[in-house]
């Protein structure tokens, strides 16, 4: 039967397909009228469905991290078990950090600083341009939607047009993974050490964190630096992203 389709009806075809495909998952998340609100066509409504919830999967992660260091940190030193020591030890570890319990304070300082979430609306707005709406070959491929790259001979994707002997993007198992690496990289990377400053200092002020503050200090992200934050900061601003959590 198939082969009787015409292009036009199976261009219609294709069409129906996608929108059915962003109704069932996006319905969850918010009604048509909002999706027009924020001006979403069709594909750009799948792609935050698909994205989002493993955003808020990502963050949550790291938010059940923070809340058990919180609590040990909260402790008097005397009364650390042997498993809590053993557990800041690996949390410390995993965030490229070396805990010293002479210091529990300022350790602990330290390493709030980096456990802790980053604001949908920036993960959104850096997903929605480093992968083109998912459509990148880098993301179809490799499941990569941050542009990350690796630093190893056959480790990735090689760019078409990037010439750097041993520079490919990263390969990740699955979307999930993508995001996870993408959190931990903002998390962990001396890079981005201003955007932790800048985010504890909201949270020792017990304010919600300032997307308008915190995304200059990822200009390091990309090479085209201000001009990169501007992009980000208008896809934010047109797609209304700090509305949706």
Not at 74 to 92: C, H, N, P, V, Y
Not at 190 to 200: E, G, H, S
Request: glycine letters at 4%.
């Amino acid at each position: 039967m198939l082969k009787y389709l015409t292009p036009v009806k199976c261009k219609i075809l294709i069409v129906i397909g996608i929108s059915c495909f962003c109704l069932a998952c996006f319905g969850h998340l918010m009604d048509q009228s909002s999706c027009k609100k924020r001006h979403f066509n069709i594909k750009q409504c799948a792609f935050i469905s698909f994205i989002l919830p493993k955003i808020r999967h990502a963050n949550d992660k790291v938010l059940q991290l923070r809340r058990r260091l919180k609590d040990i940190c909260d402790a008097d030193t005397a009364s650390f078990r042997q498993r809590d020591r053993k557990w800041l030890t690996e949390l410390a570890n995993r965030y490229q950090y070396r805990f010293h319990f002479s210091e529990k304070t300022i350790s602990c300082i330290h390493l709030l600083k980096r456990v802790d979430q980053i604001p949908h609306a920036i993960i959104l707005a850096q997903a929605i341009q480093e992968s083109g709406w998912g459509q990148s070959r880098f993301a179809r491929l490799g499941h990569n939607f941050f542009g990350e790259w690796c630093y190893r001979k056959n480790c990735g994707i090689k760019p078409l047009r990037h010439s750097l002997p041993y520079h490919e993007v990263a390969i990740f198992s699955s979307p999930q993974a993508s995001v996870d690496h993408y959190v931990h990289n903002i998390n962990t990377n001396p890079a981005y050490r201003q955007f932790r400053l800048l985010r504890y200092r909201d949270r020792q002020l017990n304010k919600p964190l300032n997307v308008e503050t915190l995304l200059p200090s990822l200009r390091a992200y990309s090479a085209l630096g201000q001009e990169y934050i501007r992009r980000i900061g208008l896809t934010i601003k047109h797609y209304r992203l700090e509305d949706i959590k």
